[in-house]
């Protein structure tokens, strides 16, 4: 027999159970993930890796924003 893809409704199911059991990441916990995975920089400017125009950061895999804040300091004051 074969097997028939899912009704919207299981979709929907399915979907609930895995939010439920993995809830999406907010605030500076985000910011820091989609730094760290490259899709934006520490200026919330979006990558090339996403079409955008900005580089990643250098560091991007290891990103924190401790270690960033100098340069950011250091950006402001040019």
Same mark, same amino acid.
Request: aromatic share 6%; hydrophobic share 30%.
């Given at each position: 027999?074969?097997?028939?893809? *899912?009704?919207?409704?299981?979709?929907?199911?399915? !979907? /609930?159970?895995?939010? /439920?059991?993995?809830?999406?990441?907010e =605030?500076?916990e985000?910011y #820091? %993930? +989609?730094?760290?995975?490259g899709f #934006?920089?520490? /200026?919330w400017?979006?990558t090339? +890796?996403? =079409? =955008? &125009?900005?580089? *990643?950061?250098?560091d991007?895999?290891?990103?924190?924003?401790? /270690?960033? !804040?100098?340069? %950011?300091?250091?950006?402001? &004051?040019?």
């Amino acid at each position: 027999m074969m097997n028939l893809p *899912p009704t919207p409704k299981e979709l929907a199911q399915e !979907a /609930r159970e895995l939010l /439920r059991k993995h809830p999406p990441k907010e =605030g500076r916990e985000l910011y #820091i %993930d +989609l730094v760290r995975k490259g899709f #934006i920089n520490a /200026r919330w400017q979006v990558t090339k +890796l996403l =079409g =955008g &125009s900005a580089e *990643p950061e250098p560091d991007y895999p290891t990103w924190t924003p401790e /270690r960033n !804040a100098g340069a %950011d300091r250091e950006q402001q &004051s040019n």
